[in-house]
């Protein structure tokens, strides 16, 4: 069973960065696209970044473009997520998930989640001054 630990979430001022890190563990990722999704109080969720199995494609949602990176390490079994210019909006918790095509090997992503068949637990990230 593959699980997912998000790391890297905390309290940080309008303007900081953070580094969120997923972390997987009882299965390689190496097959698997991963998905960044975030959900702040009283809304539902919403995609913000998500990388192809290779890591060769990324997709950002408009409001995160030009402030976030997302990257990959399939040796350290690792999905990254570099936050930059963090505002007040950004506030959420951060989930980091998990999808591949099961008649293939490569998988683009997708910033739906209902193509996520692996979740992790979240991690918080609060934006204030």
């Known amino acids: 069973q593959l699980q997912l630990v998000e790391s890297g979430g905390g309290l940080v001022q309008p303007g900081g960065s953070l580094r969120l890190s997923c972390t997987a563990s009882?299965?390689?990722?190496?097959?698997?696209?991963i998905g960044w999704f975030r959900q702040a109080p009283g809304k539902g969720r919403e995609g913000v970044s998500c990388?192809?199995?290779?890591?060769?494609?990324?997709k950002y949602a408009d409001s995160v473009k030009g402030r976030f990176t997302i990257s990959r390490d399939n040796v350290k079994n690792t999905v990254y997520l570099e936050m930059s210019r963090l505002e007040p909006e950004d506030t959420a918790v951060y989930y980091c998930?998990?999808?591949?095509?099961?008649?293939?090997?490569?998988?683009?992503?997708?910033?739906?989640?209902?193509?996520?068949?692996?979740w992790g637990q979240g991690t918080q990230v609060t934006v204030s001054s």
């Open positions: 998930a998990a999808g591949r095509d099961y008649s293939g090997s490569y998988y683009g992503g997708s910033l739906t989640e209902n193509v996520y068949d692996y």
């Open positions: 009882g299965y390689s990722l190496t097959y698997y696209a």
């Open positions: 990388i192809s199995s290779i890591g060769d494609t990324t």
